[in-house]
């Protein structure tokens, strides 16, 4: 029941050219479905792992024995505050969850449509008329992605190198960098809330500062928990969904072909590329001693429930290692589960579908660039950088 099996460290997840860290994460199927994996965390604290995805179901729904609440933006600064709403437990979870649930549903997505396709648009157009390939991630997932990030929190989408660079320490680097880029988007969330409550606009940092729960104005560190979980949230995961998913379309022209001259078919095509290339893994602790499925799970325990394991559970979907684009009744968790389920998962959908929709549209037959190697790594969050694309 123990492994040293590690999302960080184990072969396939470090940084290789060429990895598919999805495909080496998918290979704990072949052992039991929960175990002890002794290094699973960036700092190298051991998790219970839990492989099967009905498990995982199970225990990011049971609020009460596993807390979602780990400070995992605050750790790297020594505090102990939680991401909003992602690192609460009811009962406040719900209560924030009501206040900021409409800033995020499908028909607010609907609403902010045309400027994201509008965004999309103008990268791809640019990236069409200066030549005949590009770094992907560079020009197009990175700023289109951080663009509409930026635009949502009231912000002009310039510099985006330097938001994706904070992304970057925060989840990739060692403990000084991610002291330094918690810094950093620290001041930067305060600085934006000390200005919308001076200068109100049209958006979601000033509905922040200016809502109310229970009769009272939020405090600092709870605008602080808002900003900062929108901002990292959304600087690196649908950014590296679209990278995986051109990466998938350039090395199966087939399946390239298919959505070209079907692109009725994207919408159904991204759940499947969602389900096969999920980017996050979620981690609970346990609140009391339990024994879950057979395994001793103690009180303070880390428990994991990694997407990209869950979403290529032979026992939940057939050949789970096959990118099927047609896959029907595709029941991924790439978005989690149960009441912590992503707040953004409907903004974030939208955006790939669009992203792959405008690229497709714009960009002829492509393929990666020969002599060029993407490099792949596992971690907290999966990503790609290096996908050299050529349709020359």
Partial sequence: MVSDFSLFTSPGMQRIPNGDPHGAAARVHAGPPIFYSLHNTRDGRGTWLITRAKDQRKVLQDLDTFSSHRSLFASALGDDWPLIPLELDPPAHGIFRSLLNPLFSPKRVMALEPSIRARAITIVEKISESGKSCEVMKDFAIPFTVGVILQFLGLSAERPDIFVGWAKGLLQGDKVQRSAAARAILEFIDELAALRRKEPADDFMTFVVQAQIDNRPLTD?????IGVLLFVAGLHTVAAAIGFDLAHLARNPKDQSLLRSEPERIVLA????LRAYSTVQMIR???KDIDFEGAPIRKGDYVCCAAMIANRDPAEFEDPNVIDL?????????FASGPHRCLGSHLA????IIGLEEWLSHIPHFRIKEGTAPITHGGHVFGIENLVLDWS
């Fill in 221 to 225: 560190k709870e605008v602080r928990g």
């Fill in 285 to 287: 602790v346990a609140t």
């Fill in 349 to 352: 959908r939208r955006e790939i």
């Fill in 326 to 334: 047609a896959r029907e009744d595709n029941r991924h968790t790439a």
């Fill in 270 to 273: 991204t759940e499947e590329l």
